[in-house]
């Protein structure tokens, strides 16, 4: 059994498990509801006695075939990405739409009938645990097997260089992913031999010198065979085009899967897509992020919990103003450049937590965790992070959003994006008032590399979900006292 008849195996079993878990929710909800008596009457919906389990049974082919179309076109038939944190949020999703596609459904095509939205919402939410738990156990099931070699596809490089070698590093490390490197297929030119054709040979990782083979492209088919390859990587551009044409010619009557690492790839990140413009192939490295429907979304939470947080906060807010303006000489807000999305400057906003000197005769620099400069309550502020509350007029204003890189000073800017590769990637979006690489501990004066690189995934990785977690994430580190 090779890679792909497992997968397609591992595919069909997911659809008749779901198929399964689908049924079984309406039933179990239909109990829950009706029969176990957890549910209180005053909640309850559905008004009456207790009605037939047959109307429910009939809603069995319904359901399934909503949930069914909505995890297929959600793309949540692939075994590979099927148990991940990202694939549950995805069946959060599916698990909405097909709530909200039956009801529909039950309107337009059962509208006689009366069913209780309750056994709906539970079944539903049985549904999404369950789907979500059986991919789990079945990803499990599909690494064990491939741990012991079952359904494991055979696969061999075109090609040597430092993308390769990469490729070999990450395959050796996943002993469960599916593929087992078989070696190294190479091409050297040498004159006056077969009229100074590639020589190929293929040499396993082991040993380099075992396994050799030689011959012109056309014998690639030959090994092939010989080592029952499955699929093929080419490394471009090792080999040239015009050999790729050969290769795909040669190995045009047997089934091996022909791939190739492209010439760009160490910069092409999340997001990179193949689209076509009039019928021309177009490779998409990079998307601007954070646009369309998501990012309105994304504005509008920005907008309505940043006016929230000023009503709530502001008895606090001039309670720590009147305090600061009592305890130091100098204004209570504290106002600085920063550089921000593409690279506009904006006046940052915080309370202020140092002396109102602090910054004569020292520029812009970063301010260390028990920094002299500080006042006593200013050590404080900044260990509650009650100095940033301010900045809450940065996102009502648009300068700042909730959740983005920290927006860093202007003076820095120059000397950081000489001497760190990918700085400026981090004005692609809106700076945050908190962020990835803040609540993965890199907050102040830490790794700059660090931060650009957590900032970095942040940006190619966004997602209201992720932006919701991080959120979270700086609560739960505030409430500790360790933001």
Known sequence: MNKKTLDHLLIALTVLFDFCFVATAIVVAYWVRFESGWTPEALALHKGGTPPLDDYFRLIPLMAIIWLLTLKTLGLYQPESNATLSAFWTLCKAAGIALIATLAALFFIYHHDAY????????????????????LVLHRFRQAIHAQGVGVSRVALIGYDARAEQFIDVLEAKTDSGYALVGVIDGRMEEGKDGGKDLWHMETVEDKKRGRMEGTYEEILEIVQKHR?????ISSPTVPNDTILQILQACEGVPV???????????????????????????????TPMQGVSGIVKRLIDIIFSAFALIVLSPLMLTIATVIRLTSPGKAIFRQERVGRAGQPFNIYKFRSMRADAEENVGHVWAETDDPRQTPLGQFL???SLDELPQFFNVLKGDMSLVGPRPEMSGLIDRFSESIPHYLARQRVKSGMTGWAQVNGLRGNTSLEDRISYDRYYIENWSLALDIKIILKTLWAIKKGSR
């Open 116 to 135: 209780s939205r309750w056994v709906m919402l539970l079944a539903s939410g049985f549904s999404l645990v369950w789907l979500f738990l059986g991919r």
């Open 229 to 233: 390859l499955d699929t093929l990587f």
């Open 257 to 287: 899967q022909i791939n190739v690492l492209p010439e760009l790839s160490e910069f092409i990140r999340g997001g990179t897509a193949m689209t076509f413009f009039e019928g021309i192939p177009v490779l998409q490295l990079r998307e």
């Open 382 to 384: 900044r260990r509650w």
